[in-house]
């Protein structure tokens, strides 16, 4: 029996793909009449490289977490869960099912002055995107852009459309670099009343605050 994936394919309060800058998105850095497979990778380096990653842009309003606010902001960056929403609704404006899977992670270089602020070296709710290729569900991680990968001593991830693209366990000198250690699964739109919830339990000082930290502040 093929499985229902319809509510994969349409556009809900986040994955807002009926949104016009969504769809003008997805058509700019897509090929009409090419394989989805094709069309999925071009959309994948598209997110990956033209939004820079920050740690430091997470927001606690819903609406900051829309496809389209993330295409309508001032510079193009943006954390984790913001270009794995990108990537989702734009991958659904071409007919390609997506889903968005969160986890916890341990990060091992690059965030050093996050953590100190938060108080740990855990990344709660790490997103990224799950496409319907070829018959079968494939991983991809759009986070870190090819750039900022250089900087930190890692290849970027490549994603082919045939098979999970996570996360770089490992830097190029062979230290490690991500540990994947809490799953929560995979959605059609994002949680967000269980993200902000995970993120009470894990940064109480953060979410006591109602900001998120930012870069040069004194840690609490």
């Known amino acids: 029996m093929t499985a229902d994936l319809s509510s994969f394919l349409a556009p809900n309060r986040f994955v807002d ?5 969504v769809i003008a998105y997805a058509r700019a850095h897509s090929v009409p009449g090419a394989e989805p497979i094709d069309n999925a990778v071009a959309l994948y380096l598209a997110v990956r490289d033209g939004f820079r990653y920050s740690p ?14 993330v295409l309508a902001r001032e510079r193009p960056e943006g954390h984790c869960i913001d270009k794995a929403v990108l990537l989702a ?22 965030t050093e002055e996050l ?13 990224y995107v799950e496409l319907h290729l070829q018959g079968q569900w494939v991983s991809a991680t759009p986070a870190f852009n090819a750039a900022l990968c250089a900087h930190l001593g890692v290849d970027p991830l490549e994603f082919d459309g045939r098979s999970d693209s996570i ?8 230290g490690r670099f991500m540990e994947y250690l809490h799953d929560y699964g995979g959605f059609s ?26 870069p ?3 840690a609490t």
């Open 216 to 218: 040069g502040a004194s």
């Open 115 to 127: 953590e100190q602020q938060l108080g740990t070296d855990l990344l709660v709710f790490h997103g």
């Open 89 to 110: 609704a734009a991958s659904r404006v071409l007919q390609i099912p997506s889903r968005l899977h969160f986890a916890i992670v341990r990060n091992h270089i690059g």
């Open 17 to 21: 793909s009926d949104h016009p800058a």
């Open 189 to 214: 739109d994002i949680p967000f009343d269980l993200m902000i919830s995970e993120w009470q339990k894990h940064y109480p000082g953060f979410m006591r605050a109602g900001r998120w930290p930012s």
């Open 167 to 174: 996360f770089q366990q490992f830097d190029k000198a062979g």
């Open 56 to 69: 430091w842009q997470v927001h606690t309003t819903p609406e900051a977490y829309q496809a389209s606010a």
